[in-house]
């Protein structure tokens, strides 16, 4: 009876192996790339606009980081040294 099992089950598990290993051979392509899996799938091009709508908004908060420790190291004189080097603004900021 146990070997009958075994057989049974050692079936089972040797006829889900080539089914599992494709699902996990399509599953890192969709993993490592899902904006274009979910391009494809959907047949729009929606994720390029939103990716740039980010990027827009990520290089602006960055002008405005810098042109806040600016203004207050050279206008209001309470963060850093308004005599300091300006290049060294540059590179600490």
């Known amino acids: 009876m146990e070997e009958l ?14 089914y599992v ?12 790339h ?3 899996y979910m ?7 929606g994720f390029t606009e939103v990716f740039n709508i980010f990027l827009c908004f990520g290089i602006s908060l960055i002008v405005l980081k810098f ?3 600016g203004f207050e190291q050279y206008i209001l004189w ?3 040294d308004a ?10 900021f």
């Open 78 to 80: 309470t963060e850093g």
């Open 5 to 18: 099992l075994v057989m049974l089950i050692a079936g089972i598990l040797s006829g889900c192996l080539v």
């Open 39 to 45: 391009d494809t799938l959907l047949g729009t091009n």
């Open 83 to 92: 005599d300091a080097d300006t290049l060294i603004f540059l590179t600490v």
């Open 34 to 36: 899902a904006e274009k």
């Open 67 to 69: 042109l806040k420790k």
């Open 21 to 32: 290993n494709s699902l996990l051979n399509d599953l890192v392509p969709i993993d490592f």
